[in-house]
């Protein structure tokens, strides 16, 4: 399946934005879709999980009550919408699908498939 990501941009700390990740070359409801990021100088970190069908859902801690998972299978398509955001969501946002996951507790990247290509999140203070 091919991910492509897409909604990143330059917000003001307390802004929102919506990322979405558009899938392509596979029945996308078979996936198990998360989103990480990757801020500069760290590694990946788990930011949001969404089971096939859309009834398990999971969140990082740092993003609990701020961010919201959702998905449209009849589009293949999986969002992020991130609201009262901080300086400290600055990262490359990364949608990617899981054939090893059922539910939402997917939080090992090492278990996804596929990766989209990232998209630039920056909030300014």
């Known amino acids: 399946v091919q991910l492509q990501a897409s909604g990143g941009g330059l917000v003001q700390a307390g802004g929102s934005l919506r990322l979405s990740c558009a899938a392509s070359?596979?029945?996308?409801?078979?996936?198990?879709m998360g989103w990480f990021r990757r801020a500069p100088g760290k590694g990946d970190d788990f930011v949001a999980a969404?089971?096939?069908?859309?009834?398990?859902?999971n969140y990082a801690d740092s993003v609990k009550g701020r961010f919201t998972i959702s998905r449209d299978n009849a589009k293949s398509t999986v969002y992020l919408q991130m609201n009262s955001l901080k300086p400290e969501d600055t990262a490359v946002y990364y949608c990617?699908?899981?054939?090893?996951?059922?539910?939402?507790?997917?939080?090992?990247?090492?278990?996804?498939?596929?990766w989209g290509q990232g998209t630039q999140v920056t909030v300014s203070s």
């Open positions: 969404i089971s096939r069908g859309g009834s398990s859902i």
């Open positions: 070359g596979r029945t996308f409801s078979n996936y198990v």
């Open positions: 990617a699908a899981s054939t090893s996951y059922i539910t939402a507790a997917a939080v090992a990247e090492a278990r996804y498939n596929y």
